[in-house]
């Protein structure tokens, strides 16, 4: 039922875009802290890599959907045999523009999907959940349509891959490129 939520809300909103609004599209790589201390000891902190479309509904108010990808080895907790994780988030949301311009301060929230897949010597695990993200930063324009940016996020996605439960959301800071059409 989520999910049908999670899509149906993604359709809308992309129905609902007018024709002739901006688009922005980033490209960017972020520090990930896990909020789980499980998911820390095992993996630890990583680098995600990602891209972001941003559509402008009105003046200061975007829609936006984006997606990560993390993938991590760590040594299992009790055995210290290797593990390998698989974390692709997927999100959708609105970001207002408090400031417009050359330099454009921004807050965003949305829902994510996240897809995770860990495999060692006891089997695979493989889940999706859902769940959600906020996020801070700025755009700096560095020329023409081109833009950099930075900024600060918390995700929160729970999830029950086998029989544990887990947070596989964290804190994540990052910057990137953005290209505004």
């Excluded at 993604?10 to 490209?27: E, K, Q, W």
């Excluded at 959940?129 to 020329?143: E, N």
């Amino acid at each position: 039922m989520r999910k049908t939520a999670f899509w149906g809300m993604a359709l809308a909103c992309l129905a609902a875009a007018p024709a002739r609004a901006g688009v922005d599209l980033t490209f960017r790589g972020q520090v990930f802290l896990p909020a789980e201390s499980a998911f820390r000891e095992i993996y630890g902190p990583g680098i995600k890599a990602g891209a972001e479309i941003g559509i402008s509904l009105t003046g200061r108010l975007d829609l936006w959907a984006g997606g990560d990808y993390l993938a991590r080895s760590g040594k299992l907790t009790y055995t210290e045999e290797n593990t390998h994780l698989s974390l692709i988030p997927l999100g959708l949301g609105v970001r207002y523009r408090f400031l417009t311009g050359a330099v454009s301060l921004y807050a965003s929230a949305g829902m994510l999907a996240c897809l995770f897949r860990e495999s060692n010597a006891i089997g695979v695990a493989s889940r999706t959940g859902l769940g959600g993200v906020g996020k801070v930063g700025v755009f700096l324009r560095v020329a023409r349509g081109f833009f950099l940016q930075a900024g600060l996020g918390y995700s929160y996605c729970p999830m029950k891959p086998a029989d544990f439960e887990i947070d596989v959301g964290g804190l994540e800071a990052g910057a990137g490129l953005a290209v505004r059409f």
